[in-house]
C-alpha cells in the first residue's frame, strides 16, 4: 500500500481559492485517486475522483463547477483545485487512494488514506 500525506489546507475567506495536494510514497500511477472531507459531527463524504489516467473524472453535486481534480503520476502527486469556497465546504481534506479499475465515490474501495488537511472558510 502507498502512504499519502494531503497539504495545503489553511483559513481561507468565502469566495476564495485554496489548492490541496496530496503526496504519495511510492507510485500511484495505477490507482484511483480521490479526496473526501469530513466537518464537525458529520459523516465523511465524498468529494471527488480521477482515473489512474487522469481521464475520468467525477464530482460530488455540491462542489461540481468550483472544484477540480487533477494528478501529475511523475510526481506521485493528485491536487484539488478549490474556487468559491463556502463557508459549508469547512472540514478536514483527506486523500486516498483505490485499486479499482473505475472511479469510485465510496470510501470502502480506497484502501489507503492521509491523516489529513484542515480547510477553514470563513464568512
Known amino acids: 500500500q502507498v502512504q499519502l500525506v494531503e497539504s495545503g489546507g489553511e483559513l481561507v475567506q468565502a469566495g476564495g481559492s485554496l489548492r490541496l495536494s496530496c503526496a504519495a510514497s511510492?507510485?500511484?500511477?495505477?490507482?484511483?485517486m480521490g479526496w473526501f472531507r469530513q466537518a464537525p459531527g458529520k459523516d465523511r463524504e465524498f468529494v471527488a475522483t480521477?482515473?489512474?489516467?487522469?481521464?475520468?473524472?467525477y464530482y460530488a453535486d455540491s462542489v461540481k463547477g468550483r472544484f477540480t481534480i487533477s494528478r501529475d503520476n511523475a510526481k506521485n502527486t493528485v491536487y484539488l483545485q478549490m474556487n468559491s469556497l463556502k463557508p459549508e465546504d469547512t472540514a478536514v481534506y483527506y486523500c486516498?487512494?483505490?485499486?479499482?479499475?473505475?472511479?469510485?465515490?465510496?470510501?470502502?474501495?480506497?484502501?489507503?488514506w492521509g491523516p489529513g488537511t484542515q480547510v477553514t472558510v470563513s464568512s
Open positions: 511510492g507510485g500511484i500511477s495505477t490507482y484511483v
Open positions: 486516498a487512494a483505490s485499486s479499482r479499475y473505475y472511479t469510485t465515490s465510496s470510501g470502502y474501495e480506497y484502501h489507503s
Open positions: 480521477i482515473r489512474w489516467s487522469g481521464s475520468g473524472t
